[in-house]
């Protein structure tokens, strides 16, 4: 699994999951040492931002909410999710399929660094212009 923070401002770097994660570890490695130092770099001239999150356990367990309040991270709390609804997310809705695309377009991996190097690559090369097409679908 991998995790990604997308805006108009920029993109995160890729990072990468372990099976089975928990509160614990999506906040201190997803969030604290991952997702949240690019993001802080990315909007560092904006006050305010808002993380969106999707419905995973681990993103709407009550100490992964906890842990965004100390931070005073302002997020989209999970009650206000739509359902199954795929469709407000840019990640899951436009950007993942053609990602996947690119990084298995004519491509074995024999090893699970070949494809973790290959997604870090592919993910950088996205360009800003497609991401933000999508944020507009």
Not at 93 to 120: C, M, N, P, W
Request: net charge positive; hydrophobic share 35%.
């Amino acid at each position: 699994m991998l995790s990604v923070g997308v805006s108009r401002m920029g993109k995160t770097r890729v990072v990468f999951i372990d099976p089975g994660v928990n509160s614990s570890y999506f906040c201190n490695i997803v969030l604290e040492k991952g997702l949240l130092p690019d993001i802080r770099a990315i909007c560092r001239h904006y006050r305010w931002w808002t993380l969106q999150q999707d419905g995973a356990p681990a993103h709407t367990a009550r100490t992964t909410m906890d842990y965004l309040k100390k931070e005073h991270i302002n997020c989209i709390e999970p009650h206000m999710w739509p359902p199954n609804s795929p469709d407000i997310n840019p990640v899951d809705y436009a950007i993942s399929g053609v990602f996947q695309q690119r990084v298995y377009h004519q491509r074995q991996f024999k090893t699970l660094d070949e494809l973790q190097r290959a997604i870090a690559t592919e993910w950088q090369k996205l360009s800003q212009r497609f991401i933000d097409k999508s944020i507009n679908e």
